[in-house]
């Protein structure tokens, strides 16, 4: 019998309540009573709300959604819903081997089948860390029910000897200092620790806050989610406002793809360059547009965002951390700021059901210290430049980033311009072996080249490609050099790395041929990067390339490696990217007994 020719006021009545077929009826409610839930609630015509369950003990940055969860239950059982609750696959950035972006398919894999294959009407989606947000979003997306996100917001503030320790910034401040011999192992592990104060995610601008506030500026969550700390009150109060949210949203039958259009990525995309997002947004952004069906493209953070200044006083491009810009206002200040300039579409709808113009009135007042006006920025032209060349066809490069004493160092003669040689390595393990070799000959015109650390290479693309110069030249006082990988960077990273080059080297990108030695020239001017080396010599490397022998470690690296595609185009799984709006035109599966 297809279902789908039969009409029903919710999706859910087709398990529960279908008096022309009592035997299948029967079998799908008598196993949901079994917990407690009685045969009137689940008849009762009331909508049963998923709610896709992220935290665990091994996702920490995600935890306190299971207590979360209650409240969500609570605002939903309150408008007249039924909850459901289930996990899905976790996703931990600092505790998952290889990579935790190995894992984002997985999760949006394992999303869709519980949305489309159980008696769901709507799902609260409980996002937080890094890649818990695009991987559900690309879930609802594929299925297209009424969904809305409830982030999990930043851990409170941190403090090291007086001042801000922000998570991960504080990382890379204390490899440095103990590159240089000013801590030894017991200082770098108190004073990394400093930053992780309370339950929630990253307490800087990096990707946890940054996906959270673009799935805000989407609108696919409630105004002001995204930065409430995770300790706050509010942010119970949040949970429950959601769950009352996603039944009407329900009964509106308003879903991802009435939110989720062009004109609202765009949107996002001006929002990410105005808070000094992370670099891993721009690939995430691209994967969820894909799987909503909309045309979106990494030139697209050049066209739309890169002239966008930066808003937003927040490590690492900045000086505070979550609290502050929460308190500043967070995102629905900075729209405000970025609406009045003319520069968001007012007339895209979020999941409150009215236009963000309607929205924005309400936005809190911005503190001016957080927050700047559009007039009076941190820095000007603040977007990603997207960047191309005869070694990839595309790159990114947080702008934002780019402090003082870098361009004067690498981009002020001639300005916005660099030439030097590259050093490349294997791999992180063949760095860490070498850097420190005297006779690789690293100096201030050298460029560290990282390869073979894409979505295939890795596998999943890993978070290594803001090296650090030899422990020697740190002492020295030269703390950064340019840096370039097939993979990614942390979030909260301050380096201006060359990041997620595509196509990566395992699969014959231009990083693939090149030598330690060879010239290179970066302009950013041109946004281009090019191996300064004759046509030919190109040409008789690429003929002698052979593709390496990739080892997998499990069946799902496999897997995953004979799908998936490249950065610059989302690192999805590609034939999944075909799947869209899967419910309208695919159908319901057939009954299982």
């Known amino acids: 019998m297809d279902q789908t020719k039969k009409s029903f006021r919710l999706r859910s009545q087709r398990w529960f309540d279908d008096p022309e077929d009592p035997g299948m009826t029967a079998l799908y409610i008598e196993r949901f009573l079994n917990f407690g839930l009685t045969r009137a609630e689940l008849q009762s015509g009331k909508p049963m709300i998923g709610i896709a369950q992220t935290g665990s003990d091994i996702a920490p940055c995600n935890r306190h959604h ?5 409240r969500v239950k609570a605002g939903i059982r309150d408008a007249g819903g039924i909850p459901l609750e289930f996990p899905i696959h976790p996703i931990q950035e600092t505790g998952k081997r290889p990579t935790a972006a190995l894992d984002r398919n997985l999760a949006y894999l394992s999303l869709v089948e519980i949305l489309h294959g159980y008696p769901l009407d709507g799902v609260v989606l409980t996002t937080g860390c890094d890649k818990t947000t695009p991987a559900c979003l690309m879930g609802a997306a594929t299925v297209n029910i009424p969904a809305i996100v409830l982030s999990g917001g930043p851990m409170l503030d941190g403090h090291w000897k007086g001042r801000l320790s922000g998570s991960g910034t504080i990382v890379w401040e204390a490899r440095k200092l103990l590159a240089a011999g000013e801590i030894n192992y ?34 696919m969550s409630l105004p002001g989610c995204a930065s409430i ?3 706050y009150r509010e942010r119970g109060q949040m949970a429950h406002a959601t769950g009352m949210r996603i039944v009407d949203m329900v009964k509106e039958n308003l879903r991802p793809s009435d939110i989720m259009t062009r004109e609202a990525f765009e949107n996002t995309i001006v929002l990410a360059s105005a808070i000094g997002a992370s670099s891993n947004c721009p690939p995430h952004l691209v994967a969820i547009a894909r799987h ?4 979106l493209s990494t030139e697209d953070w050049q066209t739309v965002g890169a002239e966008i200044p930066l808003l937003v006083d927040c490590q690492p491009a900045g000086r505070f951390l979550g609290e502050m810009f929460y308190r500043g206002g967070g995102v629905q200040s900075v729209m405000k700021e970025l609406a009045d300039a003319g520069k968001l579409h007012l007339g895209v709808k979020t999941v409150t059901g009215q236009t963000l113009e309607e929205d924005l009135k309400r936005a809190p007042l911005a503190d001016r210290e957080v927050i700047r006006r559009y007039s009076e920025p941190l820095k000007e032209q603040a977007g990603f430049v997207v960047l191309s060349g005869n070694l990839f066809e595309s790159a990114v490069m947080k702008v934002s980033v780019i402090d003082a004493e870098f361009r004067k160092r690498f981009l002020s003669d001639p300005e916005d311009i660099f030439e030097g040689k590259v050093i490349v390595f294997e791999g992180p393990e063949d760095y860490h072996d070498r850097i420190e070799d005297p006779a690789l000959g690293v100096d201030e015109r050298t460029v560290l080249v990282i390869r073979n650390c894409g979505p295939v290479g890795y596998p999943g693309s890993a978070e290594v490609v803001n090296m650090q110069p030899p422990g020697a030249m740190i002492k020295a006082g030269l703390h950064s050099l ?7 960077q942390s979030g909260t990273s301050a380096s201006p790395s060359i990041l997620n080059v595509s196509p990566e080297a395992a699969v014959g990108g231009g990083l693939a041929l090149m030598k330690s030695g060879d010239p290179i020239r970066i302009n950013l001017k041109t946004r281009k990067v090019d191996l300064l080396i004759p046509a030919e010599e190109m040409e008789a490397r690429r003929a002698a390339w052979t593709p390496p022998k990739l080892t997998h ?15 610059g185009t989302g690192g999805c799984l590609e034939p999944a990217t075909l799947y869209l709006n899967i419910l309208e ?3 319901e599966s057939r009954h299982n007994h």
């Not at 620790?193 to 989407?218: I, P, R």
């Not at 340019?482 to 990614?488: A, F, K, L, N």
């Open 292 to 295: 909503m069906g909309v045309e």
């Open 186 to 219: 017991d200082g770098f592990m108190q004073m990394v620790a400093s930053s992780a104060t309370s339950v929630g995610h990253c307490n800087t601008m990096g990707t946890a806050l940054s996906m959270n506030s673009l799935a805000e500026a989407l609108g």
């Open 585 to 587: 035109t695919r159908g």
């Open 66 to 70: 299971l207590a979360l969860a209650e």
């Open 553 to 567: 470690k499990t069946p799902w690296e496999e897997i995953y490696r004979s799908m998936v595609g490249q950065l």
């Open 229 to 231: 700390p995770a300790a």
């Open 482 to 488: 340019p840096t370039m990988g097939d993979g990614r």
